[in-house]
Nanobody, 125 residues
Framework: QVQLVESGGGLVQAGGSLRLSCAAS????????MGWFRQAPGKEREFVAA????????YYADSVKGRFTISRDNAKNTVYLQMNSLKPEDTALYYCAARPLKSGYSDDVTGYDYWGQGTQVTVSS
């Protein structure tokens, strides 16, 4: 069982930055690929970024590539999402999620076993 708690969301002006954190409970965090997703009102949940269980490989949606950076600290059971050059269209509820143990990459919401409750990011123009 894995419990995930996101933090770091807030209100920021366009062009600003935020760093989201996702703290995980349990002893299997370091063996699980992790992902960030987001969901805007009236829209489906969409993939943002993913990172392999060992942190070596990262993947990004085209819409955030070059602006967002995913990273992890397995010693702290935490995954991060650094968001720079934020745009109003980045406004959404951001979720972190955990994949099955030592699995591969996935950008599909159905490929994740555990989800956090989300943290709101609002970017004003």
């Amino acid at each position: 069982q894995v419990q995930l708690v996101e933090s770091g969301g807030g209100l920021v002006q366009a062009g600003g930055s935020l760093r989201l954190s996702c703290a995980a409970s349990g002893r299997t965090f370091s063996s699980r690929p992790m992902g960030w997703f987001r969901q805007a009102p009236g829209k489906e949940r969409e993939f943002v970024a993913a990172i392999s269980w060992n942190g070596i490989s990262t993947y990004y949606a085209d819409s955030v590539k070059g602006r967002f950076t995913i990273s992890r600290d397995n010693a702290k059971n935490t995954v991060y999402l650094q968001m720079n050059s934020l745009k109003p269209e980045d406004t959404a509820l951001y979720y972190c999620a955990a994949r099955p143990l030592k699995s591969g990459y996935s950008d599909d919401v159905t490929g994740y076993d555990y989800w956090g409750q989300g943290t709101q990011v609002t970017v004003s123009s």
